[in-house]
């Protein structure tokens, strides 16, 4: 099975700010790669698919890049609505692995 | 507007088995894949099961193989999980999830339901 790592598993960060969180595939999964959103209570939130590609109604400042085994998030200008807990997940092959997650709090 | 909402969640002793249920609206149900995902309290996310849009594939995690099975109904817009021999570790949150795609190999979730609570214990 594929084993997906996320790195920072925290990230304490301000309104404004820059921000990447980073996703290795334990093998190539080409741009198998989708990442969630979830906030607390809430479901997961579809943010990108198949790498870079923008989910429908999800702001511009999310964008997402790599293949292969590394991956990135960026969210471009942190709003307040940004602060919650990101998954990424590979989707090449069965079993479609999540990461362990990355909690973002406010600064 | 797209809508899943989830049923049959409770709390079952160790052995036991449940059914889960999954209401859909809102978009053409047998044109997509559907899965279910689960949560267990204050951890990570856990991919269950995926079907595509004719039944004609289904997949397993490891962790539930043999002892869960996934169906749908598409007359009824429905899906469903089968729980047996349900265990502790089977205790979480679990969301019924909509694929982007017909097929359920390489899949993306782009709507959730709010999840039905399973708790296994004696």
């Known amino acids: 099975d594929i084993q997906m790592t996320q790195s920072p598993s925290s990230l304490s960060a301000s309104v404004g700010d820059r921000v990447t969180i980073t996703c290795r595939a334990s093998q190539s999964i080409s741009r198998y790669l989708n990442w969630y959103q979830q906030k607390a209570g809430k479901a997961p939130k579809l943010l990108i698919y198949a790498a870079s590609s923008l989910q429908s109604g999800v702001p511009s400042r999310f964008s997402g890049s790599g293949s292969g085994t590394d991956f990135t998030l960026t969210i471009s200008s942190l709003q307040p609505e940004d602060f919650a807990t990101y998954y990424c997940q590979q989707s090449y092959s069965t079993p479609p692995a999540f990461g362990q997650g990355t909690r973002l709090e406010i600064k | ?122």
């Not at chain 2, 594939?57 to 749908?72: E, L, M, P």
């Not at chain 2, 339901?113 to 004696?122: F, K, N, W």
Request: glycine share 10%.
């Open chain 2, 1 to 122: 507007e797209v809508q899943l909402v989830e049923s049959g969640g409770g709390l079952v002793q160790p052995g036991r088995s449940l059914r889960l249920s999954c209401a859909a609206s809102g978009f053409t149900f047998d044109d997509y894949a559907m899965h279910w995902v689960r949560q267990a309290p204050g951890k990570g996310l856990e991919w269950v099961s995926g079907i595509s849009g004719n039944s004609g594939s289904v997949a397993y995690a490891d962790s539930v193989k043999g002892r869960f099975t996934i169906s749908r109904d598409n007359a009824k817009n429905s899906l469903y999980l089968q729980m047996n021999s349900l265990r502790a570790e089977d205790t979480a949150l679990y969301y019924c999830a909509k694929d982007i795609r017909w097929q359920q190999h390489n899949p993306a979730f782009d709507c959730w339901g709010q999840g039905t609570l399973v708790t296994v214990s004696s």
